[in-house]
Structure formats: structure tokens, C-alpha cells
């Protein structure tokens, strides 16, 4: 995994210094709507936990932000926070009826989907600065973020289902996939739920329930390709990078629920673990790796062979993976 993770930079100058980062246990987050539960088990499935719980309480989003070791959680109407182990919950902000979460913490904002004000909405990691970025979005569920174009992507449920992207302050909106006559490329969405972006790929993913598969597409909605098929009920995803793995949730009957992982050739399909509840969302922990510590102004060829050498500034490594830009990040 180390090696594969480094062949992927070509830098031109000796100013990138490659650590590891200390070893500590990584974990898999997931949100169980009907049992009223938060829970978290590593990534080999083993020893399930239930950090939140509470009787009535509906959980749905989840995100992990491990820069600063903390868990995002939407549920009731509100956004919360709280320690890994699920300690020290603070009620952050109450937007309404969010769905999917994502962090941006190169900016530290989070983003939400959220159907009850037809709205993608965004604000600061301590729920200040509201913006709606978005309107009219005909019941926004699934949420993405591609940190290398700044550009957010979600799924419409409902007259027809489609799936759009804008850029992070919500300008040029546009539909990419759906059957839909303003969408770029036209396909029936029978039932998407969630999205996940491979960056470095450069491919989205989305599960669809009605289908009981998982589709990919380019990032402008071509090359629509089915990851897997003959589901029975998919519905969350994440993708972790620097495994190259994607993570999702499938019914396995009975009530119970299982949460997979495969390589995003679609080899090496593994059942994790089962649990009693339905799975709603998941956010997987990177697990260990190399870090990338970036002197200021280097030279560097970066993803893909003889792409051409520019000049980048010093800035966060984000857990997307070995993500660079050519120039700082936006507040955005």
C-alpha cells in the first residue's frame, strides 16, 4: 500500500519528505436509522460498538474528521459532534432535515444535503456562517465532495432521479446524469442513494437501491459502468483512499444488515460484518499511510504519467488521498 500510495507523486525537487503516522486504531462509523444507533467496529469488522444511542432518536448522515479525531453525526433534525468514541456530544446546529454530511477540512466547512428546504447547504465545522448554496433541488439526498476541481456532487430524488454537481459556493449547477432533458448525459436512475468520488480515478459511485447494484461514471456523467449487480437493497457507500477500497451496506434479509468492501475493480468482495439495523450512512477512517510533508513551492508531476510539471504552495494533505493543487485552497 506504501509503495503503490508514493508511485503516485513524480516530484521534481527534494523538498517532499515521506513519515508515517503513528499507528492508532482505525475504524468504520455508520448510522443505524430504525435502532436508533451511532456505532463504529475497525476495519476488520471485529468487536461492534454502539457509541450513541438514544430511544426516538433517528441518526442518518455521518462523517469523520480525522484531522481533529471527531464524528459528525445528523439525526432529528440537527448536526452534532462528538469524540470517536462518541464522548463530549455538542448539538451544533438545527438545519432541518439533513441527510448526507460532508466535511471540507482544507476550509473547515461542512456541507449537507437537505431535502426538507430542497437545499444543498453549507457551513463552518462549528455550525456558524449558514449558506444555502443550492435551491430548488427537487429532494437532495446523497452528497459528494471532489476536493481536486472544488466541485460538490448529489443525488435528486423524485421527478425524475438525478444526479447534478456545482461548484462549492453552489455556482454553475448542472445536471449530469438522470432522464431528464437538462441532464448532460441521459439514463434512468431507478433508485440512487448514495455517492462516493474516487478522486484520483476520477469516477463517481453511487449505490441504487431499486437496481440493487453500484454504477460508476466519469466525473462529467460518461462511461456509466456497473460495479456491482445483484444486490438486494444497497444504500450507504464510502470510498476509502488509501486502501483503494469501496465500503457499502446491503440487506441481508431477517432485518439484518451487512456492511462490504471490495477493490474498485470489483475483486476481492468482502462481507465485514452483519449488524441488526439498517444503514442509513458510513464513514471509514483512513487506515495507516504515508504523509506527505510538502516544503513551501516545490515542483511536481502529479496522478498520472507525463502529466506536465507545475509549482504548488505548501498545504494540507487531505484524506481524499495525495490530493495537491496548484494553488491554495479557497475558502469554499
Not at 468487536?47 to 464524528?71: C, H, K, N
Not at 476550509?107 to 449558514?130: C, E, H, K, V
Request: glycine share 10%.
Amino acid at each position: 500500500m506504501t509503495h503503490r500510495r508514493i508511485s503516485r507523486i513524480t516530484c521534481a525537487a527534494a523538498l517532499v519528505i515521506c513519515t508515517s503516522l503513528p499507528v492508532r486504531a482505525e475504524y468504520m462509523f455508520w448510522t443505524e436509522m430504525f435502532e436508533n444507533a451511532i456505532r463504529r467496529a475497525p476495519l476488520d469488522g471485529s468487536q461492534i460498538e454502539t457509541i450513541y444511542w438514544q430511544p426516538s432518536f433517528i441518526p442518518y448522515g455521518i462523517a469523520v474528521d480525522t484531522r481533529s479525531d471527531s464524528l459528525y453525526w445528523s439525526g432529528d433534525y440537527s448536526i452534532f459532534r462528538a469524540t470517536l468514541d462518541g464522548s463530549a456530544i455538542e448539538t451544533l446546529i438545527n438545519p432541518g432535515n439533513v441527510r448526507e454530511l460532508e466535511l471540507n477540512t482544507l476550509t473547515d466547512r461542512m456541507y449537507w444535503a437537505n431535502p426538507g428546504f430542497t437545499s444543498i447547504q453549507r457551513s463552518d465545522l462549528d455550525g456558524g456562517n449558514i449558506e444555502t448554496l443550492t435551491h430548488d433541488t427537487n429532494f437532495p439526498t446523497g452528497l459528494a465532495l471532489d476536493f481536486s476541481s472544488e466541485q460538490m456532487y448529489w443525488i435528486n430524488e423524485g421527478g425524475p432521479n438525478t444526479i447534478s454537481k456545482a461548484n462549492f459556493d453552489g455556482s454553475d449547477v448542472q445536471c449530469l446524469i438522470g432522464a431528464h432533458l437538462a441532464c448532460v448525459v441521459q439514463a434512468t436512475l431507478a433508485g440512487p442513494k448514495s455517492l462516493e468520488i474516487d478522486v484520483p480515478g476520477a469516477r463517481l459511485y453511487w449505490t441504487d437501491s431499486v437496481d440493487g447494484s453500484i454504477f460508476s461514471a466519469n466525473l462529467n456523467g460518461t462511461d456509466i459502468q456497473s460495479f456491482k449487480t445483484g444486490l438486494t437493497f444497497p444504500w450507504a457507500l464510502d470510498y476509502e483512499p488509501q486502501s483503494g477500497m469501496l465500503y457499502w451496506s446491503d440487506a441481508l434479509g431477517g432485518g439484518t444488515w451487512g456492511l462490504y468492501r471490495a477493490n474498485l475493480d470489483g475483486t476481492d468482495t468482502e462481507l465485514i460484518l452483519r449488524t441488526d439495523g439498517f444503514v442509513s450512512s458510513l464513514s471509514v477512517m483512513p487506515e495507516p499511510g504515508v504523509v506527505a510533508l510538502i516544503l513551501p513551492v516545490i515542483l511536481w508531476g502529479g496522478f498520472r504519467p507525463g502529466r506536465r510539471v507545475r509549482r504548488v504552495g505548501l498545504w494540507e494533505v487531505q484524506r481524499t488521498g495525495f490530493l495537491f493543487r496548484s494553488h491554495a485552497p479557497t475558502r469554499s
